[in-house]
């Protein structure tokens, strides 16, 4: 009896060691950035469902607070005629949360660019002040479908 618990823990522990090196091998898939979502192109999204489910659904390091329409609009320069909103924590954190809904898919173009060229800015402020949260800026997530951005 006492051979076959050891050999019982001598196998859980192969086992283990076996899990803890797959684990170790496998790579951690890379953040995709999307540029175009035109598959959903056309479709109306509601705005502020997808904000709660982003908030409810990812993990961010701070709690994020909906900035006030005219301080995000002097963050962030956007195509005449778009809804800008801006989720940030409090400032020590890169998390932040953007949606930029625009008249047309042009000007969500130009919404793009301007949401990149944020990134750039804010990634540019806390490469100095926090290198790890500018690196977490490096693995932003950016899509653009339609008219959203």
Known sequence: MGIFVIFVMVWGVCQSIKTINNAAKTPEP???????????????????????????????????????????????????????????????????FLVMTARDETAAKKNMDA?????????????????????KIEDAVSIRCGCYV
């Open 30 to 96: 890379s953040v995709l950035k999307v540029e175009d979502n035109t598959k959903n192109a056309g479709k109306t999204i509601d705005v502020d469902t997808l904000v709660q489910k982003v908030l409810d659904n990812v993990a961010f390091e701070a709690e994020l607070n909906k900035l006030d329409d005219s301080v995000a609009e002097g963050m962030v320069e956007t195509a005449e005629g778009t809804k800008l909103q801006i989720y940030m924590g409090n400032g020590t954190y890169a998390d932040e």
């Open 115 to 135: 949401a990149n060229n944020h990134l750039e800015e804010t990634k540019a402020t806390f490469r100095d002040y926090r290198p790890e949260e500018a690196k």
